[in-house]
């Protein structure tokens, strides 16, 4: 089993989510997160001050499958998140170890 953590843009949430969907994977986590890369954030004005926000809202999507899928599935979610520009995002592949259905006892792949 792999985790899968990709971090992207939120206005392309939607599509990974529907990408993804339509592979059959149905099962994740989305969290809102905050930061910075090399977007390295943006500058704004308020009442005259100039203020940099290098924290960026971003979104961190988490996905454990079984090694045969997560090729494919990582594929989906960078082929979907993809605009072109600085800060579209990054995706990381971890190994799981177990996982335990809570409801039912269940382990490893039968988990998930």
Do not use: W
């Not at 988490?62 to 800060?87: N, P």
Request: glycine share 10%; proline share 3%; charged share 25%.
């Amino acid at each position: 089993m792999k985790k899968i953590e990709a971090i992207i843009r939120p206005e392309r949430l939607e599509a990974v989510k529907e990408a993804l969907g339509k592979f059959g994977v149905h099962g994740m986590t989305v969290s809102q997160v905050m930061g910075c890369g090399l977007q390295r954030g943006r500058t704004e004005v308020y009442r005259g001050h100039e203020y940099s926000i290098n924290l960026l809202p971003k979104v961190k999507i988490e996905i454990v499958l079984s090694d045969q899928e997560v090729s494919k599935v990582a594929d989906i979610i960078a082929q979907t998140a993809r605009t072109g520009q600085v800060g579209d995002g990054k995706i990381f592949v971890y190994p799981a170890d177990n996982a335990i259905r809570v409801r039912t006892g269940e382990t490893n792949g039968a988990a998930i």
